[in-house]
């Protein structure tokens, strides 16, 4: 099947006339006369009045970009921005000794809550390398077991963190 380029002109038997505006890797866009913007699959039956000859970019540069992003997220130690929440931004984390003639030590809780994200970072990290090490099965399951676990401990941490889809996650109950 050869692709039709961009400004190719078709008849369609339930849109009519158009124009194809953008092709991805499953549909043509195309602008009817009567009907406005629609997308149909690529092997869609229709009838070409005028093939345009265009180069194709079979992949839309969102899917591209939509795909890369996958692709570092998963497989290298590059992080992703994540934010603290508002009402703890410029805060400090107070850890009192129990023997009052000890002094006290502060800590920015930004610099906590970094330290914090540095750890589910490198736990990813090291969820993505036993999967895809030469371990057995057993044993991959075991170590992520492990992982999930240290989630879990970490979940108490979730009240520092603006999105809540970036919250440590332990073992969920059935």
Do not use: C
Not at 47 to 64: G, Q, R
Not at 89 to 94: Q, S, V
């Amino acid at each position: 099947m050869k692709l039709l380029g961009i400004g190719s002109r078709i008849n369609h038997s339930e849109y009519g006339k158009g124009v194809v505006t953008n092709v991805t890797s499953k549909h043509y866009w195309v602008t009817f006369i009567d009907n406005g913007l629609e997308t149909i699959d690529l092997d869609a039956a229709f009838e070409v009045i005028e093939a345009a000859e265009d180069e194709v970019d079979t992949i839309s540069f969102y899917e591209v970009e939509r795909s890369l992003k996958s692709i570092l997220k998963n497989w290298s130690d590059v992080s992703e921005v994540v934010s603290i929440a508002d009402k703890w931004k410029g805060g400090k984390l107070i850890m009192e000794p129990g023997d009052s003639n000890l002094k006290p030590n502060e800590l920015p809780i930004d610099t906590f809550f970094r330290k914090i994200t540095m750890v589910r970072d490198r736990l990813r990290v090291m969820e993505q390398k036993i999967n895809s090490s030469n371990l057995e099965e057993q044993e991959k399951i075991d170590l992520q077991q492990y992982i999930t676990r240290s989630y879990g401990s970490l979940t108490s941490f979730n009240v520092l963190f603006k999105l809540k889809s970036q919250q440590f996650v332990g073992q969920r109950s059935k």
